[in-house]
């Protein structure tokens, strides 16, 4: 069941840059998995997208957006933003970091724009879903819309 309709900042950034979305909202009571996010809105899992945050060898931060069911390839994902090695961050350092919680994380409005890649799929859809930056919230928009918004390049970058 849908709750009540409302506003994160991801949907107040999209709406100040006229950007147009759908927002979508599931009942949960804490972070689920990507799938599960899928599920509960009766979408193709390939289409949900979530937000995952990296740190490279040299100490830069980058993004990476993937279908909800599939992984994260490090070695994939360094050579696309062309560092020797990528790890992922650990779930205490993301809010400080993106000020975002796990479960809640979102390309769009982290504190500071890290260089963000989407895997290629994403170009395939008319639209993608990813997190609006609240758990049980997510927005829905074209992929040419949210490269407008956010520099996101495309890249192979799963399992």
Same mark, same amino acid.
């Given at each position: 069941?849908?709750?009540?309709?409302?506003? &994160?900042?991801? =949907?107040?950034?999209?709406?100040?840059?006229? %950007?147009?979305?759908?927002?979508?909202?599931?009942? @949960?009571?804490?972070?689920?998995? #990507?799938?599960?996010?899928?599920?509960?809105? /009766?979408?193709? +899992?390939?289409?949900?997208?979530?937000?995952?945050?990296?740190? /490279?060898?040299?100490?830069?931060?980058?993004?990476? =957006? !993937? +279908?909800?069911?599939?992984?994260?390839?490090?070695?994939?994902? *360094?050579? *696309?933003? #062309?560092?020797?090695? %990528?790890? =992922? %961050?650990?779930?205490?350092?993301?809010? +400080?970091?993106?000020?975002? !919680?796990? /479960?809640? @994380?979102? +390309? $769009? #409005? =982290?504190?500071?724009?890290?260089?963000?890649?989407?895997?290629? &799929?994403?170009?395939?859809?008319? &639209?993608? !879903?990813?997190?609006?930056?609240? %758990? #049980?919230?997510?927005?829905?928009?074209?992929?040419?819309?949210?490269?407008? $918004?956010?520099?996101? /390049? &495309?890249?192979?970058?799963?399992?």
């Amino acid at each position: 069941m849908a709750k009540k309709e409302e506003k &994160t900042n991801v =949907m107040r950034i999209l709406e100040q840059k006229k %950007i147009p979305y759908t927002a979508h909202s599931y009942a @949960c009571s804490g972070a689920v998995s #990507g799938t599960e996010v899928a599920e509960l809105l /009766g979408q193709n +899992p390939a289409q949900v997208f979530k937000t995952l945050v990296t740190q /490279g060898a040299s100490k830069s931060y980058y993004v990476f =957006m !993937i +279908p909800v069911a599939e992984e994260l390839d490090l070695k994939k994902g *360094a050579k *696309a933003v #062309g560092e020797k090695s %990528i790890a =992922m %961050i650990k779930s205490k350092e993301l809010l +400080p970091l993106t000020g975002y !919680i796990h /479960g809640g @994380c979102s +390309p $769009i #409005g =982290m504190k500071k724009q890290f260089a963000t890649t989407a895997h290629f &799929t994403a170009k395939n859809f008319p &639209t993608v !879903i990813f997190s609006a930056g609240k %758990i #049980g919230y997510q927005v829905e928009l074209s992929f040419e819309d949210l490269s407008g $918004i956010i520099p996101v /390049g &495309t890249a192979d970058v799963t399992v």
